[in-house]
């Protein structure tokens, strides 16, 4: 299938990575030669210069042979006047636009068919939303959320202290006192997909399914205290930042604080988010993010435009006592070094849309059978894939202990009504429930039956 790809910045580059991992045909569209370049020379692409709304460029790249574009330049009006002329010039591409500005995202959906757009999406936004949850939801580094809210696969590094090192999966039941699987461990930049006899150690990222409720019993069994933020700081006045206010302001239990040093755009926060405090100041400065009341935080967000100073910030922060940090990076080329870092939980405002758009691409390719969710996990090593069992589905009814599974891929978790459970050897699945499924390694699964060897 060919694809084009309008836009090659940090959301242009993720969908370059992982769609030419599976083998997708695809051209990048952008102005500048320097990026093409370092694109056709990471990954299997080709690459055209051009006015991603130009007629000749979209031409040149083939927009009339593509099934599908992606517009994802820096300019929301750039990227919906690609979409209105590449689907002028072939009405049967199915199109996908980045849409940052608020202002726009009613108006676009109302006028959806005017251009010729199929989905859009907002990094900014999704990630606002993510953190929105870390914050409700402190204790884990990260949570993905699957089967409607009832399933979680939850992130948690073990320090010295934790009560699980050297301890064997086989034991881990007995420690958390309920049922969960440790689906991925993310030991050394290595990612493995561990059995019963394997040995948690210091410094291991654990990758844990279970119900919501399963993962609190399990904080609170490592006594892991998990108090919800109600003073959050923000550094940088952004985009991203704006949405995460949104967001909070519902909660009065929550009093949130931003800080931003350009003074324009502090006026223009202050009359869209009246019930946050917004302070211009300048966040490199260690002493002022102190008098403005850093180390009575409960929750330090480092969401300015620098990956460098997010990330001296957020240490910072932590030094400070701050009990929840989460640092926003662009760009995670160097994430098993930040891995080790104490940055708290790391965003990437790409990575949510991108693994929406990663799911949209399988569905077009699959029609049927295609993944309902698809999450990204152990910095980028593995996917957390969810599947509905239909009625082509292999092995219905059959115990798991029958059934061999291709190598590096785990049954996380089943879901069949309101219930969710962690699958063993005598569990089965059936028409109607939902599955998750975690692969490791470079195995794409397109399909449910995909997982079976």
Known sequence: MKILIAGYGEVGETLARLLSAEGYDLTLL?????????????YDVMAVQGNCASMES???????????????????????????TAHAMNPRLHTI???????????VYTMRNSFGISMTFNPEQDA????TRLLKYPGFLTRESFMQGKAELAELKLDANSRLCNVPLSSLDSIVKCKVLVCVVLRDGESIIPDGRFILQEGDRIFVAASSDNLATMLKSLGIVAH?????????GGMMSYYLANRLKSSRSMDVQIIESDAERCRELSELLPRAQVLQGDVHN????????????????SLTEMDELNTIVSLYAKSQGVLQVITKLGHLDGSDFIGNL???????????????IVRYVRAMRNQDGAATAIHTIADGHAEAIEFEVDPDTFYCGIPLKQIKLRQNIRLACISRGNEVFI?????????????????NGDSVILNLNDIFA
């Open 286 to 301: 260690f002493s002022f993010l102190e008098n403005v009341g850093l180390t009575e935080a409960d929750a330090f967000v």
């Open 342 to 356: 104490s940055v708290g939980s790391v965003i990437s405002p790409g990575r949510f849309s991108c693994n929406a």
């Open 58 to 84: 979209l031409q040149r790249a083939g927009v009339k042979k593509s099934k599908l574009l992606i517009a994802c330049t820096g300019s929301d009006e750039l990227n919906l006047l690609c979409c209105m």
């Open 423 to 439: 699958p063993n050897g005598d569990s089965h699945f059936e028409e109607g429930d939902s599955v998750v499924v975690v692969v």
């Open 30 to 42: 952008d102005s500048n030669p320097e990026v093409l370049e370092m694109g056709m020379e990471r």
């Open 228 to 236: 919800k933020a109600r003073r959050i700081m923000i550094a940088g």
């Open 97 to 107: 636009a980045r849409i940052r500005d608020p202002e726009y995202l009613e108006q």
């Open 128 to 131: 606002a939303g993510e953190i």
